[in-house]
């Protein structure tokens, strides 16, 4: 049986913002790992207009809602996924690192060259 996709039954803007954490994560301008395989996320962007930067990513703002959404930190933090630690930012625990939210090519925009 293939494993079950979103097992956790994370709504959609909760895989949003945490699909933006995980790119964050690998970002050393915004994350720095930790001895226990997470990852510390830091210095949490801010929209300019109606989109941001991460990496050689664009985020469009209205993809990035959940990022000053509570509601969001505490049901990520109750699945096991980030422990917050805000304002300051957000570790993500390694389960949070691994999730597949398989939304990464719809709201991270690349580009092509």
């Given at each position: 049986?293939?494993?079950k996709k ?29 001895a226990d ?10 929209p300019h ?65």
């Open positions: 049986m293939a494993p979103n097992p956790l039954s994370l709504n959609p803007l909760q895989l949003k913002t945490l699909t933006l954490m995980q790119e964050l994560a690998r970002s050393p301008d915004h994350a720095a790992p930790l395989g997470s990852v510390r996320v830091m210095a949490l962007p801010h207009g109606d989109h941001f930067h991460v990496g050689a990513a664009v985020v469009l703002a209205r993809d990035a809602t959940g990022l000053g959404n509570p509601a969001v930190w505490t049901a990520l933090e109750r699945k096991g996924l980030i422990k917050p630690e805000l304002p300051d930012g957000v570790v993500l625990t390694p389960e949070g690192l691994a999730y597949d939210t398989g939304l990464a090519d719809q709201i991270l925009h690349r580009g092509h060259h």
